[in-house]
């Protein structure tokens, strides 16, 4: 009985993988090259099951076919992986293909609910519309101010360093960047630069390797097992401490918003509190007073459980992505002493060879060349490593060839920085490739489009002032022997073993 059953499900399985492969939508994605899919699990098991190697196997495929646009099967779900800077920007100028692949949904959602990354339709679009003001061109200034303010603190804790051993450069961007960003964008102090120990910091390093292993991992879909084991424990316990620190922001924003409307009633002032409130908070462009004080598109309050997951997100990865970016440039001008020596004459040039004096926003525009190396360093370690799209609709590219509907488009940034054809020799460190004209799509960390990161100039304002701050305070130099990082191309790069560094201080 047990081999009958065995044998129909066999059977099952072959007609159905016969008759995907002789449908439409295996007609169209066979036009691009690919390894042909297995059954049931497709080509899943040429990713393996260590998700950590998942982007060096894909790398492996993309230089197979030739390095260009390939195809794969991952289950019952199929990719197109796009290089080809042309097909790029179809994809990501697109305006109604807006949908975020299932299985990064899958893995993001436990962890960031419906925010703004995933979500789409109405909420997305009121959520984009209240976060717009907090990121528009003229709070700049006051985004370089308080990197200026943050910094005093950094140079604290960083000149316990200089001349002795290594510093793991992570363990204090990480807090000193969400001590910035929860001040700016959330109107609070958190102070965890001088608490390396809170919970949140432990919890938030693993964040980055959960949502990897889930998104690679697809035995976790199936949740009746997952939930069984000891990783989702630890999943589990890892959201309810972000959590945990999101709402304690949002907690501590609204007890300030309703301590102004107490002081203006007591006092008595002749005016409309909740207007004068409003005014006030909005002068400040606080993202999480948009949240507060805004409504949805029926004219409701925004929910404390949409609230929760907006704060979630940005604070999570806004300070996340730029400290990796951060660190990583660092971590090259310490290999590159030529580099970083030219981005010093810049800071002198510019700053009048004054390497006391801190820059406006205006002198931050002009560090083209400090631009370009932060530019060329996300290039050779890719801090996101791909993005992509669910297709609602068939895609056609520029050469006639037709992405199906239910495929999943991913861009994928790895292999476009390693693409000769898009930048010639690109094993070399080479910071002034950025300096001369490019393809628009041809680097697009932010993303581009309708769905491009919300937040991108308030993180080069962050990354450009912070960087000329450390730069001009220290020589950076290669960490010990030994010490190298180790890269993990996850959803968001970063070294298994920190970034460690040797500082000097800087003759001025």
Not at 337 to 355: A, F, G, Y
């Amino acid at each position: 009985m047990i081999l009958i059953l065995l044998f129909t499900v066999v059977c099952l399985v072959l007609v159905h993988d016969f008759l995907r492969k002789c449908g439409y939508r295996w007609k169209k994605l066979s036009e691009f090259p690919g390894d042909r899919p297995l059954p049931l699990v497709g080509n899943a098991l040429q990713l393996g099951f260590d998700a950590d190697e998942s982007s060096h196997k894909l790398m492996a495929l993309w230089a197979k076919h030739g390095k260009v646009n390939f195809r794969m099967s991952v289950g019952s779900e199929d990719w197109i992986l796009l290089s080809n800077v042309d097909d790029v920007g179809t994809i990501l100028n697109h305006t109604s293909e807006l949908t975020k692949p299932l299985e990064r949904n899958t893995a993001m959602k436990p962890f960031f609910g419906n925010s703004v990354s995933s979500s789409e339709g109405d909420r997305w679009r009121t959520t984009r519309k209240l976060m717009t003001p907090s990121f528009h061109f003229n709070t700049l200034e006051k985004r370089v101010d308080d990197v200026n303010t943050h910094c005093v603190d950094l140079f604290r804790h960083l000149d316990e360093f200089v001349g002795k051993d290594d510093v793991e450069i992570y363990k204090y961007l990480k807090p000193y960047m969400f001590d910035i960003l929860s001040e700016s964008l959330m109107g609070v102090e958190s102070n965890f630069l001088n608490n390396l120990d809170h919970p949140y910091l432990k919890a938030g390093a693993k964040v980055i390797r959960i949502v990897t292993e889930n998104y690679f991992s697809y035995w976790r879909n199936i949740r009746p097992i997952f939930v069984l084991t000891p990783i989702y424990t630890e999943m589990m316990d890892t959201i309810r401490s972000i959590r945990a620190t999101s709402s304690d922001i949002i907690n501590r924003r609204r007890a300030k918003i309703n301590q102004m409307r107490d002081d203006l009633i007591n006092n008595n002032l002749d005016c409309d509190v909740s207007e004068h409130v409003e005014k006030k908070l909005n002068d400040n462009a606080c993202l999480l007073d948009k949240f507060l004080l805004g409504k949805n598109s029926k004219g409701e309050p925004i929910p404390d459980d949409v609230i929760s997951d907006e704060v979630t997100l940005v604070c999570y990865t806004g300070h996340y992505t730029t400290t990796m970016t951060m660190a990583h440039t660092l971590y090259c001008l310490a290999k590159y002493p030529e580099i970083q020596k030219k981005v010093i004459e810049e800071q002198r040039q510019i700053l009048n060879n004054d390497l006391n004096r801190i820059p406006t926003n205006q002198e931050l525009n002009q560090m083209k060349y400090l631009e370009a190396v932060i530019k060329e360093s996300i290039r050779v370690i890719p801090t996101v490593t791909k993005i992509g799209r669910q297709l609602q609709q068939d895609l056609k590219f520029k050469d006639g060839r037709v992405a199906p509907a239910g495929t999943s488009v991913i861009v994928f940034y790895e292999a476009m920085y390693a693409d000769p054809k898009i930048f010639p020799e690109p094993e070399k460190y080479d910071p002034e490739r950025f300096l001369g004209a490019m393809h628009t799509f041809a680097f697009v960390p932010f993303s581009a489009g309708p769905r491009n990161c919300i937040g991108f100039r308030y993180a080069w304002v962050v990354m450009k002032s912070t960087l000329s701050h450390l730069l001009r305070r220290y020589e950076f130099l290669p960490g010990s022997p030994g010490m190298e990082p180790q890269f993990a191309y996850r959803i968001v790069t970063e070294s298994k073993n920190g970034v460690h560094l040797k500082l000097r201080k800087r003759i001025r």
